[in-house]
């Protein structure tokens, strides 16, 4: 059933896209004030569910591509937001119908809802992930054969471009060059898909998880409850650590924020690894979770989520992790974002900490 979005619904829906960012995804508080900004100046959004797009539809997906300790300094517009979804939907020759979010995390949750409003098209309750991840091809509809191009990119500055490649992984690389030549951090739309290929590719109700997420935290406040434990119910998951962060080291490299953390408890440390998005979590150097299950820093006693870039000296946090989409762990997805992908040599383990059996020559994924 369709629902609205209205600028009062953005808090709660962008600290749950920051929870399920898994660190990554972008500053929350920059994408709620652009998407709020977009729905005073040109009014409330329809989401409707995957079920009610028509299968002709013309969905793309809009997000913002590069670092996101960068886009905390150069903040987008959305004359910037929209000119990649006109710049695509022109060389496509049709009409868009709807838009869907990449990712389900941080920024690229609110984005997709400010370029929605300002074009006046509903917004899909669904993304391709189910939380996020670093690059561009790491996405389930790459799985279902669907091209990430032609593939529109945008700046500040007014600089667009329309990219085809021959496969989503050529996609990344290029439109990676030229993030970085562009400072880091541009507005993308892309992954043109029917409305029968969004209904196949994509993760079900990601917004409304969302808006469940954020508003439990909330509520879990207001009735002293812990908010922390509340967002462990509500995901299925479990929590790994508890303490304070003693050490962080990160470097914007390759468009990308890349690091490590160390959070020190009563008789142990636990070290993640990230780029973007937290990867690992290794307890006293044994593996606890890794990519694709999520792994989510939320702050230790009011439950907000602390993103990569947000990590800081002295924080006391809590770790938890919980299972992404199935389709993850299928030895395709693994090849394309298990923590052999990511330089880890070590076998992916679910947020149960259950390590999964390595696949050795796992089939290219489709593109």
Not at 17 to 33: C, E, H, N, R, S
Not at 140 to 152: C, K, M, R, V
Not at 198 to 217: F, K, N, Q, T, Y
Request: with cysteine.
């Amino acid at each position: 059933m369709s629902w609205t979005i209205s600028a009062d619904l953005i808090p709660g829906l962008a600290r749950g896209a920051a929870v399920l960012g898994t660190g990554g995804g972008g500053d929350p508080y920059i994408g709620a004030l652009l998407a709020a900004q977009a729905l005073r100046e040109h009014g409330d959004v329809t989401v409707v569910t995957l079920d009610e797009v028509p299968d002709d539809a013309l969905v793309l997906t809009v997000a913002m591509m590069g670092a996101p300790t960068v886009m905390v300094e150069k903040l987008p517009s959305l004359t910037e937001v929209v000119a990649p979804v006109h710049a695509l939907s022109a060389s496509l020759g049709r009409p868009v119908t709807h838009i869907a979010c990449a990712e389900v995390g941080g920024v690229n949750s609110t984005i997709p809802i400010a370029a929605a409003a300002a074009l006046g098209l509903p917004l899909i309750d669904a993304d391709g992930m189910g939380r996020a991840f670093p690059e561009l091809q790491m996405v389930l509809p790459t799985l279902y054969g669907i091209d990430a191009s032609p593939l529109a990119f945008s700046d500040e500055k007014g600089n667009t471009g329309v990219l085809t490649t021959v496969d989503n992984s050529w996609t990344e690389r290029i439109a990676r060059v030229a993030c970085v030549e562009m400072g880091c951090s541009v507005m993308i739309s892309g992954f043109p898909m029917s409305g029968a290929q969004a209904r196949e590719a994509l993760v079900a109700d990601s917004l409304s998880l969302c808006r469940e997420i954020g508003d439990g935290i909330e509520a879990a406040r207001a009735e002293k409850a812990d908010p922390v434990e509340r967002t462990v119910q509500l995901l299925g998951g479990r929590e790994l650590f508890s303490g304070k962060v003693v050490d962080v080291e990160r470097a914007t490299t390759t468009g990308f924020a890349r690091g490590h953390a160390r959070i020190d408890g009563v008789d142990a440390s636990l070290e993640l690894s990230f780029q973007n998005e937290h990867l690992m979590a290794a307890l006293d150097g044994v593996t606890l979770v890794t990519t694709p299950d999520l792994i989510m820093v939320l702050e230790h006693d009011s439950g907000e989520p602390i993103t990569t870039e947000g990590l800081r000296y002295g924080q006391r946090v809590r770790v938890i992790s919980a299972p992404s989409d199935d389709r993850w762990h299928s030895p395709e997805a693994l090849a394309m974002v298990g923590p052999g992908y990511f330089g880890y040599e070590v076998p992916s383990h679910r947020f149960d900490g259950t390590a999964e059996t390595p696949v050795l020559d796992a089939p290219e994924v489709a593109a």
